[in-house]
Each structure stands twice: as structure tokens, then as C-alpha cells.
């Protein structure tokens, strides 16, 4: 069955760096693109970054564009969220979330109704 388990989440201050990683297994990884969203309390689940299975092209929301890189290794099954500058306003849950159409090569990375299978989530909290 799908697995997606993220890690790599926990507490930066202000400025500061982590690096999310995002397990995926029973299927073929590299056929499939992949997305990272978050969801802070109390609003809705926010699409943050996507990357196409092959690697080739990568999007951001416009409040990380800058600041995060996605990547993925398609040989490990995994793929990254590098974030760096970080903000207050980035403490969410952190989601990996693959999308459903096989070979997907569109841009409508922020319709969420367009991914079948996300992980449990990793916490990020930035605070000083």
C-alpha cells in the first residue's frame, strides 16, 4: 500500500533552517509528482511547493518562493523541503502529498483535490 511518512521537523528560530524529508513506498515513485503543503491551527490545509516526477521543474507558493527548495531522489524514493529564512508564520504541520495522475505534467499544483495520499505530517515551530 501507498506510504508517505515525512521527518526532519521540529523547533528554528527565527532565520533559521530545517530540512523535511518525505519516505515514499508501494509505488513507483518516480512516476509520480509530488507536492509538500501545511496547515497551521485553526486554518485550512495550504499547498507550499511541488515538484514533477521526473525533477525537471519545480513551483512555490509566492510566501516561500526564495526562502524553500524542493528536491527529490528518485533512486531513495524521497523527497526534500529545504527551508530556509524561516518566519513565525511558517509553523504548520508539514505535509508530503503525491498527486494522482500518473505522469502529471500540469500546473494546478494548488487544487489539493488533485492528490490521492498524503503522510501523518511532521510539526515545524518557529519561534525565539
Known amino acids: 500500500q501507498v506510504q508517505l511518512v515525512e521527518s526532519g521537523g521540529g523547533l528554528a528560530q527565527p532565520g533559521g533552517s530545517l530540512r523535511l524529508s518525505c519516505a515514499a513506498s508501494?509505488?513507483?515513485?518516480?512516476?509520480?509528482?509530488m507536492s509538500w503543503a501545511r496547515q497551521a491551527p485553526g486554518k485550512r490545509l495550504e499547498w507550499v511547493s511541488g515538484?514533477?516526477?521526473?525533477?525537471?521543474?519545480?513551483y512555490y507558493a509566492d510566501s516561500v518562493k526564495g526562502r524553500f527548495t524542493i528536491s527529490r531522489d528518485n533512486a531513495k524514493n524521497t523527497v526534500y523541503l529545504q527551508m530556509n529564512s524561516l518566519k513565525p508564520e511558517d509553523t504548520a504541520l508539514y505535509y508530503c502529498?503525491?498527486?494522482?495522475?500518473?505522469?502529471?505534467?500540469?500546473?494546478?499544483?494548488?487544487?489539493?483535490?488533485?492528490?490521492?495520499?498524503w503522510g501523518q505530517g511532521t510539526q515545524v515551530t518557529v519561534s525565539s
Open positions: 508501494g509505488f513507483t515513485f518516480s512516476n509520480y509528482a
Open positions: 515538484i514533477y516526477s521526473d525533477g525537471s521543474d519545480t
Open positions: 502529498g503525491r498527486v494522482a495522475q500518473a505522469y502529471w505534467f500540469g500546473s494546478s499544483w494548488y487544487d489539493l483535490l488533485r492528490y490521492d495520499y
